[in-house]
């Protein structure tokens, strides 16, 4: 089953739960899959591995926003954002612990050939197809250049 039909099926389940904020967050997913099965040159597809970069991208965006909603003294708002990201990052798969991460990006530089800053891009480019949903970009690029530097 594809993150799409399982959004989906689970829109449902929302509905029937009366869940209110799960169904308001399967819903904006939904939306945001719609727009890039529409989108020119999609040929109304989405394949699982798009999915995850909206998916991610929407929890990093509910995360965000739930941070500045505290800054700015409103908790209200605040919950509200945190428990949709937690809805959202339900389909996101597991998130790499900082050591898994650092084996990651050191296999990369060996499948690579990096050794220094100059390849930061040829590093950068592999690392975010193969983390893509399970490590944020900005740890990531600072990983990968505390590691090109030494």
Known sequence: M??????????????????????????NIKKYFIEAKTAPGANDELTDAAALKIL??????????????????????AEEEASQAAVIEEYLPRALSAEELEAEIRAIMEETGACSPKDMG?????????????????????????????
């Open 56 to 77: 991610a991208k929407l929890a990093k965006q509910g995360r965000d926003t739930a941070a500045l909603y505290t800054e700015q003294g409103r908790p209200d708002l």
């Open 2 to 27: 594809t993150l799409f039909e399982q959004v989906s099926k689970d829109i449902v389940s929302a509905m029937k739960a009366k869940d209110k904020v799960r169904l308001q967050a399967l819903r």
């Open 122 to 150: 040829k590093v950068m480019g592999v690392a975010s197809k193969k983390l893509a949903g399970r490590a944020d970009g900005k740890a990531v690029s600072e990983l990968v250049k505390r590691l090109l530097a030494q």
